[in-house]
Structures are given as C-alpha cells and as structure tokens.
C-alpha cells in the first residue's frame, strides 16, 4: 500500500494509473464528524498496487480527471452513487466507463450486497467493520485505518470480472451496462436547501400540526448550530429526540430533562433555546401552524392503489422467477407510474424515465395487459 500526499508521487503514480486497462476506486468523507464534510482520501487499486491519496494536503488532482473521463479505461467501485457526488463536487470529476460490483450483485439476486459480503462470498475475507465511522480526516492516519481504507478497493477488479461472468451466464450483463451507464451521469447536487426539509425526519408526518412546528423550528434550529460547528446534525441532536421533544412541547428543563436523548450537555449548552422554542410553538395561532403532508396520490385514490397492487402482484412473481430483489426489478415509484398512465401499448412505457430498457422488455407486455384488465 502506498500513501501519497506529496504531488511528485502522485505525478508519478497517475502515469501508471493512465496506462492501465483498468482501475478499482473508492472514496472516504467525514460526513459522520462534520457538517461541511469533504473528500478525505481517493483509494485506488491497479496492477496490483494499493495507492491511498491524500485530497487534505493540497494535492493538484487534476491529473485524475482525464483518467476518471477516458472511456478506455475501466473503473470499478462498489456502490457508486455516493463517491460520484461527492468526485463531482469537490473537483469537478466526472467518470465514464464504469463498473458497480454492488449493483451487479444486485441484479445477480444476492440477498448481501455490501462489500464485506461480497469478499467473504467471493474471496472468503473477513473484513475488520471497526472502522466503519471512522474520522477519515485524521492525520496522521494510523496503519489500521490506511490497511481498511485499501481492502476497500484490493479485490474489486478481481470481483468485478467474477460478477461479470455470472451476469453474462444469466444474459443480464446487458442489463448491467444499462445501470452503470446511467451511473455515470450523476452529478452532485445540494440536498434539503428547501423550506420544506424538515418533512423528511421519519414519523413527523404522524404528527398533529402543533407538534409539526415544533419539529420545524427544532429542525432549523439544529441546522443552524451544526453550520456555527461544524458538527453533523444528529450529533447537535438526533431526529427522535427532536419528535420527542416535538410531542411533549416541555416547558421547564425538569420537563425536557425527561426526554430521551437529551443529555446534560444539552441542558448546558442549549437548554434555554429549546425551551424558548418549545415555548413559542404553545403560544402559536392555529392559522400559525403548518399544514400536516398530503396523503400521497394512491393513499387518496383507492383505484389507483388497486391498480398499484396489481402491477405490483405480476412484478413479484416475476423478481420471484428471476430471483432478484423485487424493489430492483420495479420500483414502486415506476409502478406508480405505470398504474397512473395506463397504457395501451408496451411503446407507452418509454415515456416514464425512471423505467429501464431491460425492465420494459421483461414486463411490459404483463403490466401492459394487467393495466388493461
């Protein structure tokens, strides 16, 4: 494994990297331990070799960019999604030629489709998970953490190529490219910069419209102090304590101490504020309070949702036959979809984007005549 923070050795490094046929990549951020979190190390794996890279001491990575973007050469990353965003905003990054082990062995019908799975399953490894939140923006880096950070992309050209090869043997290697072809056109974008983020904390749409404003304000609140710092949200406080605090509206700071999750820290730093807080929200008009989410489309239209359960009946039986997890065959989102068009003709499918090519071609004459029916 070789650790490279200094430009020549990347310089030199990437010269390799340019001439090989294929390269393993992967990422670590410090999202668990900031708000602004970045780009701590870009792993990579080709010819045998390990190369860590250190983005934290002020590497020109330009150089990486054309090898990202060569449709020549191959890469290969495990669950994808997240290092591309993240590639994508803080250099600019953009990649073509890509390989996801974790979506192959998603559309392999593997029950486990994490890399510490897949390289017990393939390679028999056991693979040290106490690393897993690690503070990837630490320096120096201790051994331990450097050796997990390259285990991450050590076996994945050999991985890729296995999966590949029970793919072809399936005829579903050509479903494969159609995945990480659309892998490839992600690009970072800013999430939760709406007003409306708040919504998103699982449970508070259970929640009376009091209670709702409540977790707004909470919600704008806690962002607020993990940007002054510098902290991830759930460590300033966590979502249950906030649909807690939310349920109880407490208005004294024995009250607030009773709820879970909130800690003497709290109580020090930022008891007061809550209870400001909490105390505004009790004092609030009813034309003050925010309307509760509205039900979704086929929780209001009972025929819609029937049609849903139909689509969803011929989706099942065919993940069944092909033994695929059935949320990758077809989204409820595309069964939605389909339920709302009602099409015709299986031609009608391609106006839903989300829907792949290989979907259509396995259910589209199904879904076609159960919209029918």
Aim: glycine content about 4%; overall charge negative; aromatic content about 6%.
């Amino acid at each position: 494994m070789k650790w490279i923070a200094a430009q020549q050795s990347l310089d030199e490094a990437l010269a390799g990297v340019k001439a090989a046929p294929v390269v393993a990549i992967d990422t670590e951020a410090d999202s668990l331990h900031s708000y602004f979190d970045k780009v701590c190390l870009i792993q990579m794996s080709v010819d045998g070799e390990d190369l860590i890279l250190d983005p934290l001491a002020k590497l020109d990575l330009r150089g990486l960019g054309p090898v990202l973007a060569d449709p020549s050469v191959r890469k290969i990353f495990h669950g994808a999604d997240y290092d591309l965003r993240i590639l994508n905003r803080d250099f600019d990054f953009e990649v073509r030629n890509l390989v996801d082990t974790m979506v192959s062995a998603q559309l392999l019908g593997y029950e486990a489709v994490g890399l510490a799975a897949l390289l017990k399953r393939h390679f028999g490894l056991e693979l040290d998970k106490t690393h897993q939140r690690a503070d990837w923006s630490r320096r120096p880096l201790p051994a331990a953490l450097l050796e997990y950070a390259a285990t991450d992309t050590r076996h994945l050209i050999e991985l890729a190529s296995r999966l590949e090869q029970e793919l072809r043997a399936l005829g579903r290697w050509e479903w494969a490219l159609e995945e990480f072809s659309r892998l490839e056109a992600i690009r970072f974008a800013p999430s939760d910069t709406d007003s409306e983020s708040w919504r998103r904390i699982k449970g508070s749409g259970r929640l009376e419209r009091r209670p709702l404003a409540a977790v707004q304000r909470l919600h704008a609140w806690r962002d607020g102090i993990a940007r002054e710092l510098d902290r991830p949200p759930f460590k300033v406080l966590n979502n249950e304590s906030i649909l807690a605090i939310a349920a109880a509206l407490p208005r004294t700071t024995d009250a607030l101490r009773q709820i879970k999750g909130i800690s003497a820290w709290h109580l020090r730093n930022w008891g007061s504020e809550l209870l400001a807080i909490t105390g505004e929200v009790a004092e609030l008009r009813e034309e003050e309070l925010p309307e509760k989410t509205p039900a979704k489309p086929w929780q209001r239209d009972k025929s819609l949702e029937r049609r849903i359960d139909k689509l969803k009946a011929v989706r099942d039986r065919f993940a069944a036959e092909l033994h695929i997890d059935a949320s990758i065959l077809a989204p409820r989102h595309i069964l939605t979809a389909v339920a709302e068009m009602r099409p015709a003709a299986a031609a009608e499918l391609e106006a839903i984007p989300a829907m792949r090519r290989w979907q259509r071609e396995l259910l589209a004459t199904e879904l076609v005549r159960v919209s029918a029916s």
